[in-house]
């Protein structure tokens, strides 16, 4: 069966850390180390909370504050910081554009509430005809109900879509739902199997 729809993740593929530097100098500042804030970050319960929309990514970041002892004006420099080193892959956001019209593109994204207004900012959120942030659903990746929703919306089903991500566990979960899954391992690689599986150039 063709493939009709094509889903990515956000952070990890699309938005990459490429340098560690910043988010290496925000932990050191505040005597850590670098798997401690990014632990605090991303895999406290705050952050789990925020991912299902139980709290905003205000409230999360709050938290960290709490966690790191920094003073209410650190908030933005610590949100600064720690993502100073990201980078938006703009040859994929090409790319996918390069791809609408053709199929179905999508946005499956464990996010806060922040997220959207990310991609408004950056112009990204057109290059989507549908966007799924787990904060909005209260669904996080892997778990089966996110992919479902993500075919319904498009309207296709689970064998004629692909979803590329970097973590293996999500590929599993798109995979058990009938899904194709590419794992984002090496970008280079990984455009080759996804342009193969979509049959373009």
Not at 101 to 124: C, D, M, P, Q, Y
Request: negative net charge; aromatic residues 8%.
């Amino acid at each position: 069966m063709n493939i009709r729809a094509v889903f990515f993740d956000f952070g990890g593929v699309i938005q990459r850390t490429e340098y560690q530097a910043p988010r290496q100098h925000l932990a050191e500042r505040y005597g850590m180390d670098y798997d401690d804030i990014d632990k605090i970050v991303f895999a406290s319960d705050s952050a789990q909370r925020a991912s299902v929309g139980e709290i905003k990514e205000e409230a999360h970041w709050q938290n960290v504050l709490k966690r790191v002892k920094g003073s209410e004006a650190d908030v933005s420099v610590i949100k600064n910081e720690f993502f100073g080193g990201d980078v938006i892959d703009l040859d994929l956001v090409n790319f996918i554009r390069s791809l609408r019209g053709k199929f179905h593109t999508g946005l499956i994204s464990n996010a806060w509430s922040g997220l959207r207004s990310v991609l408004e900012k950056e112009k990204l959120i057109d290059v989507f005809d549908t966007v799924i942030i787990s904060a909005e659903v209260g669904m996080t990746k892997p778990e089966l109900g996110i992919f479902r929703l993500a075919l319904e919306q498009a309207k296709v089903k689970a064998e004629e879509a692909v979803f590329v991500d970097d973590v293996q566990v999500n590929i599993d979960g798109c995979q058990e739902v009938g899904m194709k899954g590419v794992l984002f391992d090496d970008p280079r690689k990984a455009m080759e199997r996804l342009k193969e599986l979509l049959k373009v150039g």
